[in-house]
């Protein structure tokens, strides 16, 4: 591709806000285009791996908007995107990655590595471009990207692109949808508990509503802070799992009608019909079925969902019910989980505590990303961000970097367990160079605990999720970052207090008891 060219598409990143770029550059078009970003004022990220660089470009991008971009070579680099593309698919993050290409009139001969790149990512992917010179053509990629459901997109650098650009949408929105908001209405005044539950799109579209409205309000994962959860009314996260001390037993049996605010089956781990009749208000219809599974009683497609919450509040806030269940519910989960012993509840509490009110909390997957989810509360959305949708393991030390990247002034807390810390472990190096304040936390059993807890026979063998030698201390401590390992609540306290009077990331490791781990989740989910 040309320099022009080149230089047309980074003007026109710029303009659109793009901000910060992460990838594994090439010696052909990506380095160009990397460099003619930084001209611009574009801070180009070196990552270890293009998985990571997408992920790290997804974080940036969590609140549904496109600031950030990953840039890589043809082939085998543009292979490495894809579990990051994947991953910003399931999380409905909208980056953007950007790969050399060949042009469609190259013949496959001459094309020493050889990929198909929109065969490889047309089922994940939402928008496909190859570059056509066109400003235009790439600010209607950025905008479908961003359009509820937002997901990622990919452009191809290529000096002869396809003549006709065949779009990629996952999710088609209706034009000629009208809500019947005064059905909702009438629900919720017969109405004696009715009870609320948010999805992510809550945070995209419905920042400044208040949620704190007298009855019990809860969120999927992924809206995890959409209702600050150190409120008298906040019930926790929903999954669809009725456990002991979920939710659903607690809070949604007693209801006698929930009102959702884009609930969708792709932020639950199992979605299924509730016991209370659903009304379900979205900014999109029910296509793509994203809402089956639920069986709600009407799903209500709006084009200002933020105004018709706050229409549909005022008739809640006429209801006070809860706050006793709530409070129990609580204490239930409390006298479970924090206990004297040493274990990851009473970590997530300690650094709450800590950093709570500023940090942004970060998760990778595993029995202590449920511990997490429960225990740790979200005053905003920015206070939180995991793998919610996708659960896949090894996303949150690219994530962690990602938002600490993305100028977040305040600490972020990325904690991981056996598995999730290896993937991209290297990466924590870019955290050293550019003196980012990250807490990495390793929370280890010394085996994958989710598996090991699925295991209830004997006659098995262990060794496929038996971790030999958990500890990363002294490779971390190889790349430039200080490590330590606590077993107490006290040494953690004395390492975040000293940490947080300097610069520059963290690595803590703890060990938990393989017994009093793989049984701790038992009742919660």
């Known amino acids: 591709m040309s320099k022009e060219l080149v230089g047309i598409i980074a003007k026109a990143l710029t303009m659109r806000g793009i901000d ?22 574009v801070v180009y990220h070196p990552v270890a791996h293009e998985g990571a660089a997408a992920m790290m470009a997804g974080a940036c991008c969590r609140e549904g908007k ?6 890589g070579i043809k082939g085998p680099g543009f292979a490495n995107f894809f579990p ?14 950007i790969s050399e290409a060949y042009g469609h009139k190259v013949p496959q001969w001459k094309k020493h590595k050889r990929l198909d790149h929109k065969a490889v990512v047309n089922t994940v992917l939402k928008d496909f471009y190859q570059f056509d010179g066109n400003p235009s053509t790439l600010e209607e990629l950025l905008f479908n990207a961003e359009q509820e459901i937002p997901g990622p997109v990919h452009v191809d650098l290529c000096s002869e692109p396809a003549p006709q650009r065949e779009k990629i949408l996952r ?29 992510s799109m809550v945070a995209r579209l419905m920042r400044n509503v208040i949620w704190d409205i007298g009855v019990p309000v809860l969120t999927t994962a992924a809206a995890k802070g959409c209702i600050d959860e150190t409120g008298v009314y906040a019930g926790g996260i929903f999954t669809g799992e009725v456990k002991e001390l979920s939710p659903e037993q607690w809070i949604l049996s007693k209801a006698d009608l929930i009102v959702a605010f884009g609930l969708r089956n792709t932020e639950v781990v199992l979605p299924r019909c509730l016991d209370a009749p659903l009304v379900i208000v979205d900014a999109l219809e029910a296509v793509g ?17 933020g105004d018709v919450a706050e229409i549909i509040n005022a008739e809640l806030s006429r209801k006070q019910w809860g706050e006793d269940l709530l409070r129990e519910r609580r204490a239930g989960i409390e006298n479970e989980l924090l206990g ?85 472990l290297p990466e924590i190096r870019l955290a050293v160079e ?19 807890q699925s295991i209830r026979t004997g006659g098995i063998n262990c060794s496929p999720f038996t971790i030999g030698m958990p500890s990363w201390r002294r490779a971390v401590e190889g790349m430039g970052c200080p490590a330590i390992e606590v077993s107490h609540i006290l040494e953690l306290e004395n390492a975040i207090k000293e940490w947080s009077n300097s610069s520059g990331p963290l690595f803590i490791e703890m060990f938990f008891d393989p017994e009093a781990y793989i049984h701790s989740t038992i009742k919660i989910r």
């Not at 496109?66 to 840039?71: C, G, K, M, P, Q």
């Not at 990051?84 to 990655?97: A, K």
């Open 340 to 424: 004297e012993a040493f274990m990851p509840a009473n970590v997530f509490r300690c650094l709450e505590e800590a950093l709570g009110t500023k940090a942004t909390l970060v998760l990778d997957t595993g029995l202590f990303c449920t511990i997490g989810e429960t225990v740790w509360r979200a005053r905003t959305p920015k206070g939180f961000c995991g793998s919610s949708n996708g659960r896949f393991m090894g996303t949150s030390i690219p994530t962690a970097i990602g938002i600490a990247a993305a100028g977040n002034a305040n600490p972020v807390i990325c904690v991981a367990g056996d598995g999730g810390i290896r993937p991209y």
């Open 20 to 41: 910060h770029a992460f990838g594994v550059t090439g010696s052909g078009s990506s380095l160009s285009l990397i460099g003619q970003l930084q001209d611009r004022g």
């Open 66 to 71: 496109v600031r950030a971009v990953a840039i």
């Open 434 to 452: 550019e003196k980012m304040t990250v807490l990495f936390v390793l929370m280890s059993d010394g085996a994958y605990g989710t598996v090991a």
């Open 84 to 97: 990051g593309i994947l991953s910003n698919t399931y999380e409905n993050r909208p980056c953007m990655t």
């Open 289 to 305: 079925n994203i809402h089956d599974g639920f069986d709600p009683m009407g799903v209500y497609r709006v084009c200002n969902p």
């Open 171 to 199: 999710v088609k929105i209706p034009d000629d949808a009208s809500p019947r908001i005064d059905e909702i209405i009438k629900l919720v005044r017969k109405s004696n508990n009715p009870a609320v539950i948010l999805g």
